[in-house]
């Protein structure tokens, strides 16, 4: 019995073998992305949930997600969710300025949304590398 996609015709520049393959994401990146998106509401909804979070080492992960240079999206979510912690509590500010030397800090809080397209091989293996970790209770800034 015929299929659906034996009766349908499909579009030649799909079946043409000299036209570059598009990888799909590997499920676990779409998943980073999507727990890196959930960090940054989560952390915005509360900022008790984001000390607990902190404290869990997200910012460490958060870093490790930006650091991904096999999936855009989850750099680019990490990235974001990331600089709202930066934004609002101080310790990881100064954390992740120490971590991540003054370049790539500067280009990361000017444009976290677009980070992700103008790091270099080195800047990303000094997020993937990172061995920050918060303990303790953080400040909030005011």
Not at 59 to 88: F, I, K, P, W
Not at 92 to 115: H, I, K, Q, W
Request: proline letters at 4%; glycine letters at 4%.
């Amino acid at each position: 019995k015929a299929t659906l996609d034996d009766t349908v015709r499909r579009p030649q520049i799909l079946e043409d073998t000299d036209v570059e393959k598009m990888s799909t994401p590997l499920p676990v990146y779409v998943q980073q992305a999507a727990a890196a998106k959930s960090i940054g509401v989560l952390c915005k909804e509360s900022n008790e949930t984001a000390d607990k979070l902190i404290q869990m080492r997200v910012v460490h992960n958060l870093m490790v997600a930006m650091g991904n240079s096999a999936h855009a999206d989850s750099q680019r979510q990490a990235s974001v969710s990331l600089e709202y912690l930066c934004r609002t509590f101080p310790i990881v500010n100064e954390t992740c300025r120490e971590a991540m030397g003054e370049n790539l800090y500067g280009m990361f809080m000017s444009g976290p949304d677009s980070l992700y397209s103008a790091m270099d091989a080195i800047q990303c293996d000094v997020l993937r590398s990172n061995k920050v970790n918060i303990p303790g209770l953080a400040e909030v800034a005011d």
